[in-house]
Nanobody, 125 residues
Framework: QVQLVESGGGLVQAGGSLRLSCAAS????????MGWFRQAPGKEREFVAA????????YYADSVKGRFTISKDNAKNTVVLQMNSLKPEDTAVYYC??????????????????WGQGTQVTVSS
């Protein structure tokens, strides 16, 4: 079992930055691949970024590539999403998710077993 708790959301002006953190419980965090997803009102949940369990590979949605960075700290049981150059269209509830190992299909919501409760990110124009 893994419990995930996101933090760091808030209100920011366009062009600003936010740093989202996801704290995970459990002693096997290092064996989990992690993803960040987001869901805007009236839209489906969409992939943002993912990192393999070893931290060796990262993946990004085209819409955030070059602006967002995902990282994983196994010693602290934490995955971080650094978001720079934020745009109003980045406004959404952001969720972190975990799946046991695996390096394929990390952009798919149905590949993840555990989800956090989400944190709201609002970018004003």
């Amino acid at each position: 079992q893994v419990q995930l708790v996101e933090s760091g959301g808030g209100l920011v002006q366009a062009g600003g930055s936010l740093r989202l953190s996801c704290a995970a419980s459990g002693r096997t965090f290092s064996m989990y691949s992690m993803g960040w997803f987001r869901q805007a009102p009236g839209k489906e949940r969409e992939f943002v970024a993912a990192i393999t369990w070893s931290g060796g590979s990262t993946y990004y949605a085209d819409s955030v590539k070059g602006r967002f960075t995902i990282s994983k700290d196994n010693a602290k049981n934490t995955v971080v999403l650094q978001m720079n150059s934020l745009k109003p269209e980045d406004t959404a509830v952001y969720y972190c998710a975990a799946r046991w190992m695996g390096v394929e299909g990390l952009s798919r919501t149905d590949e993840y077993t555990y989800w956090g409760q989400g944190t709201q990110v609002t970018v004003s124009s």
